[in-house]
C-alpha cells in the first residue's frame, strides 16, 4: 500500500513538475473592464467632474497636504514625481521577505516618519490617499516585470487566482479567464483586471479597496473571504498586476 | 474624517449676459427609508430634499428631491451672468443638516 502511495506522489509530482515549471501565459490584449461598461458609465468615468470617484481624489489630495498633525505626506514627496507610484506596488520588501502593497507602505510612512496611527484598510482617509494616488498615474501602463526576489509571492497569487475556492467551487479563472465575455444572468463577465482600483462600484455607491472587491469576489462563490491586506491577497494582488500589463491605469474608475 | 466637499464647477469668468453651465454633485447616500437591513428593520430614510443656488441677491435655482434621486445626486443647470459676486449653493437634507459652497463669479465688463 505504501509503495502504490509513494508511486502515485511520484506521479502526481512528475505530472505536476512540468506545469510548475512552465512559464505562465499572459493574457494577450488584455480587455479593461471599461470596455465592459455601458456607454453611459464609460462616460461617467471619464468625466472628471461627474465621476463620483473623484469626491476621494479631492480629499486625498486635501490630505496628502495635511500638516496639522505633523509633517504632511507632501513634505518629503513631491506629488509631481509620483505619477508611477501606484505602478510600482505591491513591491518586495527584502528585509521582511514579502509584498508590500501601497496601502501597507502608506501606513509604514505613516507611523515611522509621521507618528501617526495607521489607518485601517478601508477606511475613508485610506481609500483617499490611495485613489489620490492612484489618480496621479491615471493613463500610465501598467508593466510588471517579475524579478528573482517576487517569483516566490508572484507563484503564490497564481495559485490562488487558479485555485477552485467556495461551495460554488469555482476558481477566479473560471469566471474571468475562461468565461471572460460571456453572460452571467444580466451581466457580462469580465477579465477581471485590478488596473481601475480603488474604483467606484454602483452596488457599493461609493469608492472601495481591490481587496474588497476580492472579498465580494470571494463571496459571491460563497467562500470564506480573508482579511484586507492578508499576506494572501496582496499576492493575488501581484499577479492580477502583472497579468493586466499593458493596460493603463483608470483609478478612479466606475465599475458596475 | 471630515464631510467630503461638494463638488461645484462654475466657469471662472464670464461675459455679461452669457449663459454659465453650473455643475454640482455632493456626496450623500440618498437613503430612501424603503429599504430593510439584514433584521429586517427600516433604514432611516436620510435624503437631501432642497437644494438652492443664490446669486446676485436673489435665488436663481431651487430643487426639491425625493427618496427616487440616487446617491451622490448631480444637478447641472444654467444661469445667466449678470454680476460679479458670490454664488451661494446649499444643500439641505432631511435630517436638518445643510453643506453650503460659496464660488466667485467674475463678470468681465
Same mark, same amino acid.
Given at each position: 500500500?505504501?509503495?502504490?502511495?509513494?508511486?502515485?506522489?511520484?506521479?502526481? +509530482?512528475?505530472?505536476?513538475?512540468?506545469?510548475?515549471?512552465?512559464?505562465?501565459?499572459?493574457?494577450?490584449?488584455?480587455?479593461?473592464?471599461?470596455?465592459?461598461?455601458?456607454?453611459?458609465?464609460?462616460?461617467?468615468?471619464?468625466?472628471?467632474?461627474?465621476?463620483? +470617484?473623484?469626491?476621494?481624489?479631492?480629499?486625498?489630495?486635501?490630505?496628502?497636504?495635511?500638516?496639522?498633525?505633523?509633517?504632511?505626506?507632501?513634505?518629503?514627496?513631491?506629488?509631481?514625481?509620483?505619477?508611477?507610484?501606484?505602478?510600482?506596488?505591491?513591491?518586495?520588501?527584502?528585509?521582511?521577505?514579502?509584498?508590500?502593497?501601497?496601502?501597507?507602505?502608506?501606513?509604514?510612512?505613516?507611523?515611522?516618519?509621521?507618528?501617526?496611527?495607521?489607518?485601517?484598510?478601508?477606511?475613508?482617509?485610506?481609500?483617499?490617499?490611495?485613489?489620490?494616488?492612484?489618480?496621479?498615474?491615471?493613463?500610465?501602463?501598467?508593466?510588471?516585470?517579475?524579478?528573482?526576489?517576487?517569483?516566490?509571492?508572484?507563484?503564490?497569487?497564481?495559485?490562488?487566482?487558479?485555485?477552485?475556492?467556495?461551495?460554488?467551487?469555482?476558481?477566479?479563472?473560471?469566471?474571468?479567464?475562461?468565461?471572460?465575455?460571456?453572460?452571467?444572468?444580466?451581466?457580462?463577465?469580465?477579465?477581471?483586471?485590478?488596473?481601475?482600483?480603488?474604483?467606484?462600484?454602483?452596488?457599493?455607491?461609493?469608492?472601495?479597496?481591490?481587496?474588497?472587491?476580492?472579498?465580494?469576489?470571494?463571496?459571491?462563490?460563497?467562500?470564506?473571504?480573508?482579511?484586507?491586506?492578508?499576506?494572501?491577497?496582496?499576492?493575488?494582488?501581484?499577479?492580477?498586476?502583472?497579468?493586466?500589463?499593458?493596460?493603463?491605469?483608470?483609478?478612479?474608475?466606475?465599475?458596475? | 474624517?471630515?464631510?467630503?466637499?461638494?463638488?461645484?464647477?462654475?466657469?471662472?469668468?464670464?461675459?455679461?449676459?452669457?449663459?454659465?453651465?453650473?455643475?454640482?454633485?455632493?456626496?450623500?447616500?440618498?437613503?430612501?427609508?424603503?429599504?430593510?437591513?439584514?433584521? +429586517?428593520?427600516?433604514?432611516?430614510?436620510?435624503?437631501?430634499?432642497?437644494?438652492?443656488?443664490?446669486?446676485?441677491?436673489?435665488?436663481?435655482?431651487?430643487?426639491?428631491?425625493?427618496?427616487?434621486?440616487?446617491?451622490?445626486?448631480?444637478?447641472?443647470?444654467?444661469?445667466?451672468?449678470?454680476?460679479?459676486?458670490?454664488?451661494?449653493?446649499?444643500?439641505?437634507?432631511?435630517?436638518?443638516?445643510?453643506?453650503?459652497?460659496?464660488?466667485?463669479?467674475?463678470?468681465?465688463?
Amino acid at each position: 500500500m505504501a509503495r502504490v502511495a509513494s508511486l502515485s506522489l511520484l506521479l502526481c +509530482g512528475l505530472l505536476s513538475a512540468p506545469l510548475l515549471m512552465a512559464e505562465p501565459t499572459q493574457v494577450k490584449d488584455p480587455i479593461s473592464g471599461f470596455d465592459y461598461l455601458s456607454a453611459p458609465n464609460q462616460k461617467l468615468q471619464r468625466d472628471e467632474f461627474a465621476n463620483p +470617484g473623484y469626491f476621494r481624489v479631492d480629499s486625498g489630495k486635501t490630505l496628502f497636504n495635511d500638516a496639522s498633525q505633523g509633517n504632511a505626506c507632501g513634505d518629503c514627496h513631491d506629488a509631481a514625481t509620483m505619477k508611477d507610484v501606484t505602478l510600482k506596488y505591491p513591491r518586495h520588501d527584502a528585509e521582511a521577505d514579502r509584498l508590500v502593497n501601497l496601502s501597507q507602505q502608506i501606513n509604514e510612512c505613516r507611523v515611522e516618519r509621521q507618528n501617526r496611527e495607521a489607518l485601517e484598510p478601508e477606511s475613508e482617509e485610506m481609500l483617499s490617499l490611495t485613489a489620490y494616488l492612484g489618480n496621479l498615474s491615471r493613463g500610465r501602463t501598467i508593466d510588471v516585470t517579475v524579478t528573482e526576489e517576487t517569483r516566490p509571492f508572484f507563484e503564490q497569487g497564481r495559485e490562488f487566482y487558479y485555485r477552485r475556492r467556495g461551495q460554488l467551487n469555482l476558481s477566479c479563472a473560471h469566471c474571468h479567464e475562461q468565461s471572460a465575455g460571456k453572460r452571467l444572468r444580466g451581466e457580462v463577465i469580465s477579465e477581471g483586471h485590478s488596473n481601475g482600483y480603488p474604483a467606484y462600484r454602483h452596488i457599493w455607491e461609493a469608492l472601495g479597496s481591490l481587496h474588497r472587491m476580492f472579498q465580494w469576489c470571494n463571496e459571491a462563490v460563497r467562500a470564506q473571504p480573508f482579511d484586507k491586506g492578508s499576506e494572501e491577497y496582496i499576492n493575488l494582488e501581484y499577479y492580477l498586476k502583472w497579468r493586466g500589463n499593458g493596460l493603463t491605469v483608470e483609478t478612479p474608475a466606475v465599475r458596475r | 474624517m471630515d464631510r467630503l466637499k461638494p463638488r461645484v464647477k462654475i466657469p471662472e469668468s464670464a461675459k455679461p449676459d452669457e449663459v454659465m453651465e453650473i455643475r454640482t454633485m455632493i456626496s450623500h447616500p440618498m437613503e430612501t427609508g424603503y429599504r430593510r437591513n439584514t433584521r +429586517g428593520e427600516i433604514i432611516p430614510r436620510h435624503i437631501i430634499d432642497r437644494f438652492t443656488c443664490e446669486y446676485a441677491g436673489q435665488m436663481v435655482f431651487e430643487a426639491k428631491l425625493g427618496p427616487g434621486i440616487a446617491a451622490n445626486p448631480y444637478l447641472s443647470f444654467y444661469v445667466k451672468a449678470v454680476s460679479t459676486g458670490p454664488m451661494t449653493l446649499t444643500w439641505h437634507d432631511d435630517r436638518g443638516e445643510s453643506q453650503q459652497v460659496v464660488k466667485q463669479v467674475n463678470v468681465e465688463l
